[in-house]
């Protein structure tokens, strides 16, 4: 069995498996008070994709908890999850796979979608690679919180560089149809900025997510690629965005003289 193992754990989240389901059990309680209703019942619909960071979980974790908690009326439904972030390590055409069977984290394996992922394999625009999977954090970050308010699922995950939005969706649409097919795009805000400049530039980029705007940089959100492909996607089927958390280190663990911004959303079918 071919099991990547994690390579981040211990660092950017807790190594102990005790110790990370306690912190998400704490984090990914659904909201009750009277101030998210309207969230909630924008989950009441049907939940088709989660945008969410992956900073270390001091500083984004609650922020991408805020999606993630609304997932666990969907815990028998979700069988497939499709998992998009980019490569900080490597630059290359396309899109890169794994070679693995499994995902490993400190609260056990996750088993890939290996049949999709072999036909992938075939098309020209996606490549096998496990040096580029090996030490990525962007997609692992994801998944203890997958395995917190999931069961049984299988992940297909997807590591982007230099390919185009519009050619990502065309690969993307056809995988995503089901209602037990989740999409997941891993993404951080701007980067290094001081405090407030970099609300502004946050907050002018959640106005363009806001807007169907699929021209993100990756000065703005260093996931672009899958943000603007979303986006691509979501107005095309008439989806609806509600934004649910933005802030960046600043405000979390970090100094406020070079912050990261976070935010994270829920897509929903509102028909």
């Known amino acids: 069995m071919n099991i990547r193992h994690p390579a981040v754990a211990g660092r950017f989240y807790d190594g102990s498996p005790t110790q990370l389901k306690e912190q998400l059990d704490d984090w990914l309680l659904p909201p009750l008070n009277a101030e998210n209703k309207h969230i909630a019942d924008v989950a009441q619909t049907e939940l088709r994709a989660l945008?969410?960071?992956?900073?270390?979980?001091?500083?984004?974790?609650?922020?991408?908890a805020a999606a993630y908690q609304?997932?666990?009326?969907?815990?028998?439904t979700i069988k497939h999850v499709i998992l998009i972030g980019p490569s900080h390590r490597y630059f290359f055409q396309g899109c890169a796979l794994p070679t693995a069977s499994k995902f490993s984290t400190p609260l056990g394996n996750v088993t890939l979608n290996t049949?999709?992922?072999a036909t992938l394999s075939e098309i020209e625009d996606f490549e096998l690679s496990e040096q580029t999977h090996a030490l990525e954090h962007s997609l692992e970050v994801q998944l203890p919180f997958l395995q917190t308010v999931l069961r049984n699922f299988s992940l297909l995950p997807i590591l982007t560089s230099n390919v185009s939005p519009a050619k990502l969706a065309k690969l993307i649409d056809p995988l995503w149809r089901s209602n037990d097919t989740l999409l997941v795009v891993s993404s951080d805000l701007s980067h290094f900025h001081p405090y407030h400049k970099a609300q502004q530039i946050d907050r002018n980029t959640c106005d363009l997510i806001e807007h169907f705007e699929p021209t993100l940089t990756p000065e703005q959100a260093c996931g672009s690629t899958g943000i603007n492909m979303l986006l691509l996607l979501a107005k095309q089927r008439g989806y609806k965005l509600t934004r649910l958390a933005l802030n960046n280190s600043g405000?979390?663990?970090?100094?406020?003289?070079?912050v990261v911004?976070?935010?994270?959303?829920?897509?929903?079918?509102?028909?």
């Open 70 to 76: 609304h997932l666990r009326e969907y815990a028998d």
């Open 51 to 64: 945008i969410v960071p992956h900073a270390g979980y001091l500083f984004s974790g609650q922020v991408a």
């Open 261 to 271: 911004g976070y935010v994270s959303y829920l897509i929903s079918n509102t028909e």
């Open 115 to 117: 049949q999709t992922i």
């Open 251 to 258: 405000d979390t663990a970090g100094n406020k003289e070079k």
